[in-house]
């Protein structure tokens, strides 16, 4: 699975973001997908993950509420729609594909395929 992320930009505290991520390949739908973020200086975190129907979702506490991922496997694509974005969240993000179908994998170990990330940054 080849992955690649778009969607990132520039935008204010407050606004709002929509990630993509298109897959290759026709095993997509088999895997469960998760997206991940690095800002300068830190470890890549783990954001949010959804199985492979999308019926089963995951996030991490600094973004549950705002945050809403979701996947289209007719397209192959898995999004990421951010709002009430704060300067914290500014990082590149990154979809990742996992080894396993069900939901929901927080480590990096557990994911094989990655997108090559899109860069978030959100002003105050």
């Known amino acids: 699975v080849q992955l690649q992320a778009s969607g990132g930009g520039l935008v204010q505290a407050g606004g709002s973001l929509r990630l993509s991520c298109v897959g290759s390949?026709?095993?997509?739908?088999?895997?469960?997908m998760g997206w991940f973020r690095q800002a300068p200086g830190k470890e890549r975190e783990f954001v949010t993950a959804?199985?492979?129907?999308?019926?089963?979702?995951y996030y991490v506490d600094s973004v549950k509420g705002r945050f809403t991922i979701s996947r289209d496997n007719a397209k192959n694509t898995v999004y990421l729609q951010m709002n009430s974005l704060k300067p914290e969240d500014t990082a590149v993000y990154y979809c990742a594909a996992a080894r396993r179908s069900y939901c929901c994998q927080t480590e990096s170990n557990d994911y094989d395929y990655w997108g090559q990330g899109t860069q978030v940054t959100v002003s105050s």
């Open positions: 959804i199985n492979w129907s999308g019926g089963g979702t």
């Open positions: 390949g026709r095993t997509f739908s088999s895997h469960a």
